[in-house]
């Protein structure tokens, strides 16, 4: 029987409208993990990401962040990992080597593709910097969204037997980080009407508590 390592405290720093700490709420949730939560609002203050205090822990001055056993570990998809190495009873990744491969080449997708061209700080630099107004702003973050996206839909139809999730009937590193990226592409009003089988894996997703108590809307931080 699978047992969590009672003496092991979590702390993660997140922010509730992350996409990148909302990919490692839902692998924490779906591994039954427990953990502090420690809120890093990304607006306030001009950013609490920059403050000093939050520098000492991370400093590329990002979210999300977890301290374990001393040691501070950045960036979402190693996060995961490490957490799907260090508690491999429900596993987020296959263990046939393409198949493992398929699913992180389809996370690093949204993760290294997509969503660094749309996250927050892009955002704010085109508004305050370039000058783009709102308009404009949001149809680079549909267009890139939407491009990304559709890709991934192209994807699954070739790569992926027909399951439930991404990849199979069981949830992976893939759901993981399409959940988010889809939460926001209907944020912001994106064109999702050729994207079916993305859709459905992400309705299939919802109805597990583990990820509905990832999203943004339950985190004690919420606004």
Request: proline share 7%; with cysteine; glycine share 4%.
């Amino acid at each position: 029987m699978f047992k969590i390592e009672s003496l092991v405290i979590m702390r993660f720093y997140t922010f509730f409208r992350s996409s990148a700490s909302f990919r490692v709420r839902i692998a924490l949730n779906l591994k039954g993990l427990p953990y502090e939560a420690i809120p890093v609002h990304l607006s306030r203050d001009g950013g609490r990401q920059r403050s000093a205090e939050y520098l000492a822990v991370n400093p590329e001055g990002l979210v999300p962040t977890l301290e374990i056993d001393g040691h501070a570990l950045s960036q979402s998809l190693a996060i995961i990992e490490y957490l799907d190495e260090r508690y491999p009873a429900i596993p987020l990744l296959p263990a046939d080597p393409l198949e493992r491969a398929q699913v992180r080449s389809f996370a690093q997708a949204i993760a290294c593709d997509i969503h660094p061209l749309n996250n927050l700080r892009v955002l704010n630099y085109l508004k305050n910097e370039l000058e783009i107004d709102e308009e404009r702003k949001n149809a680079w973050y549909r267009h890139w969204v939407e491009t990304g996206l559709a890709a991934l839909e192209r994807r699954l139809g070739r790569e992926a037997e027909p399951g439930r999730f991404c990849f199979g009937d069981t949830p992976t590193l893939a759901d993981c980080c399409l959940v988010p990226q889809i939460f926001n592409a209907q944020r912001f009003q994106c064109d999702l009407s050729a994207m079916p089988r993305l859709l459905a894996v992400h309705a299939a997703c919802m109805e597990l508590e583990a990820f509905r108590k990832a999203e943004p809307g339950a985190q004690p931080d919420a606004e």
